[in-house]
């Protein structure tokens, strides 16, 4: 689905730019997974519940799709950026170039207002805001999980760009706000479950994510080292904080279903239980990096598309 959408934006670029992308993506890839939620479901949406055969798009799917996927591109490789991961020479200027072309794209789908790409923006504006409060949570001891898991919610923001379009080209505005909240739910659950996979590696970065957060239990002034945390928190990872793991993710859940429960052509049933069942069996394995679910990619990579 990557390559079909984005072949005539690679098509535009260098030659050798486009070939540098290529290898990134195969790099990132998992084999064998499914797109995830937030791209499939302004298709959805806009054709009514129905998916149609690639080759059948219509203009406007394509558009919103194209424009959703750059959008995500865009931030993933600022996001490896600046977490200082070895994207050197041509690949630095991706991010610039994914995010205009994500904005064309939303600029051409036919009776899409003009006035969305305020709507573009600011996504794009809180997304970058969230990385930042984001990375200043993980280092900071005295931080809760409630306030990690909002600044994790508001990375999320990029990906609900093109839903919001959907929404607004069928006429259903007063659905956008209850759908933001899906989304937001949906960043912080995907994010829990990155994190189980990650805090070896997050620790490593000089970081304490969400399930290590619930392990440690309340704030202590920071009194533990990262040294002492990274030393003893193996022991910690029991039946106890795996149910209060799980808890955690079940009020995300809860909330997630019900602004959800009436919404037209929207499977959220479907997207939430998979979730579930891929923070569960996460749990049983915690820091493998493998993921379990189908539709679920890694959304940005250390900070939280999604989750």
Same mark, same amino acid.
């Given at each position: 689905?990557?390559?079909?959408?984005?072949?005539?934006?690679?098509?535009?670029?260098?030659?050798?730019?486009?070939?540098?992308?290529?290898?990134?993506?195969?790099?990132?890839?998992?084999?064998?997974?499914?797109?995830?939620?937030?791209?499939?479901?302004?298709?959805?949406?806009?054709?009514?519940?129905?998916?149609?055969?690639?080759?059948?798009?219509?203009?406007?799917?394509?558009?919103?799709?194209?424009?959703?996927?750059?959008?995500?591109?865009?931030?993933?490789?600022?996001?490896?950026?600046?977490?200082?991961?070895?994207?050197?020479?041509?690949?630095?200027?991706?991010?610039?170039?994914?995010?205009?072309?994500?904005?064309?794209?939303?600029?051409?789908?036919?009776?899409?207002?003009?006035?969305?790409?305020?709507?573009?923006?600011?996504?794009?504006?809180?997304?970058?805001?969230?990385?930042?409060?984001?990375?200043?949570?993980?280092?900071?001891?005295?931080?809760?999980?409630?306030?990690?898991?909002?600044?994790?919610?508001?990375?999320?923001?990029?990906? *609900?760009?093109?839903?919001?379009? /959907?929404? &607004?080209?069928?006429? @259903?505005?007063? %659905?956008?706000?209850?759908?933001?909240? +899906? #989304?937001?739910?949906?960043?912080?659950?995907?994010?829990?479950?990155?994190?189980?996979?990650?805090?070896?590696?997050?620790?490593?970065?000089?970081?304490?994510?969400?399930?290590?957060?619930?392990?440690?239990?309340?704030?202590?002034?920071?009194?533990?080292?990262?040294?002492?945390?990274?030393?003893?928190?193996?022991?910690?990872?029991?039946?106890?904080?795996? *149910?209060?793991?799980?808890?955690? /993710?079940? &009020?995300?859940?809860? @909330?997630?279903? %019900?602004?959800?429960?009436?919404?037209? +052509? #929207?499977?959220?049933?479907?997207?939430?239980?998979?979730?579930?069942?891929?923070?569960?069996?996460?749990?049983?394995?915690?820091?493998?990096?493998?993921?379990?679910?189908?539709?679920?990619?890694?959304?940005?990579?250390?900070?939280?598309?999604?989750?």
């Amino acid at each position: 689905m990557v390559e079909e959408l984005l072949s005539p934006v690679l098509d535009s670029w260098p030659r050798p730019l486009a070939l540098d992308f290529r290898s990134y993506w195969a790099d990132h890839y998992e084999p064998g997974s499914s797109p995830p939620f937030w791209l499939t479901l302004p298709e959805t949406i806009y054709e009514g519940g129905r998916l149609g055969r690639p080759a059948l798009r219509s203009d406007a799917t394509v558009q919103l799709l194209r424009g959703q996927l750059c959008l995500y591109f865009g931030i993933r490789i600022l996001d490896d950026l600046l977490d200082g991961h070895a994207l050197r020479g041509r690949l630095s200027l991706l991010p610039n170039l994914f995010l205009l072309e994500g904005e064309r794209c939303f600029e051409m789908v036919p009776g899409l207002s003009t006035t969305f790409i305020s709507t573009y923006r600011d996504a794009v504006r809180t997304t970058l805001a969230g990385i930042v409060r984001v990375d200043e949570l993980h280092r900071d001891p005295e931080a809760d999980v409630e306030s990690l898991l909002e600044a994790h919610a508001h990375v999320d923001a990029v990906l *609900s760009v093109g839903t919001m379009a /959907a929404l &607004e080209l069928t006429g @259903r505005q007063g %659905e956008i706000l209850r759908m933001q909240v +899906f #989304f937001q739910e949906m960043g912080k659950a995907s994010q829990i479950l990155d994190d189980i996979c990650d805090m070896e590696e997050d620790l490593a970065a000089g970081k304490t994510n969400v399930p290590l957060r619930i392990a440690l239990g309340p704030s202590r002034g920071g009194e533990r080292s990262l040294e002492d945390i990274r030393t003893s928190y193996a022991a910690m990872l029991n039946d106890s904080w795996k *149910s209060a793991v799980e808890e955690v /993710a079940e &009020e995300c859940f809860r @909330r997630a279903e %019900e602004v959800s429960a009436d919404l037209r +052509f #929207f499977p959220g049933d479907k997207y939430i239980a998979g979730y579930r069942a891929a923070i569960r069996h996460a749990l049983t394995l915690p820091n493998r990096t493998e993921r379990v679910v189908l539709g679920v990619w890694r959304i940005i990579p250390d900070s939280t598309p999604g989750r």
